[in-house]
């Protein structure tokens, strides 16, 4: 099977997690930022990019590193490799609610509409979709 590197971004504030919803497409779910890793770029670079992309937030730090999973799509012959980090929005006041597009996605369509806002930790996290959640407790447990 085919490996695609996907790295996904929790994004704190405080005791806040960053989650959006997709403007035009509400049944894809809550998520946090993600996507794909082209080979040659390593893994924090391609989490603090796609955060970035995804969000418009430029002042993240990255913490750490929180764990891999592989989710695989054997209907595709896919296997998603995914990498989860722990990133902080140093940003004394971030907004509340926005709306941002990712003008480049890795499928090659785009712009598409991101709306996000900020949840409280832990209880006021969402179910989050597509397995988005894969890290959430650790996150949890160093955020307390």
């Not at 403007?23 to 390593?42: I, K, L, N």
Request: hydrophobic share 35%; glycine share 6%.
């Amino acid at each position: 099977m085919e490996i695609r590197h996907k790295v996904f971004a929790y994004i704190t504030h405080g005791r806040r997690l960053l989650v959006f919803d997709h403007v035009h497409y509400p049944e894809a779910g809550t998520q946090v930022p993600a996507g794909t890793r082209p080979p040659d770029e390593e893994p924090e670079a391609a989490v603090l990019r796609e955060a970035f992309e995804e969000t418009g937030l430029a002042n993240l730090r990255l913490v750490r590193f929180l764990g891999e999973v592989d989710m695989p799509f054997p209907e595709h012959n896919i296997i998603h490799r995914r990498r989860f980090y722990h990133l902080v929005c140093e940003d004394e006041r971030p907004p509340e609610r926005w709306q941002h597009p990712e003008l480049y996605s890795s499928e090659g369509n785009g712009p598409i509409w991101f709306e996000h806002y900020w949840v409280d930790l832990p209880d006021g996290v969402p179910p989050l979709s597509g397995r988005h959640d894969a890290f959430l407790a650790e996150l949890i447990a160093i955020n307390s």
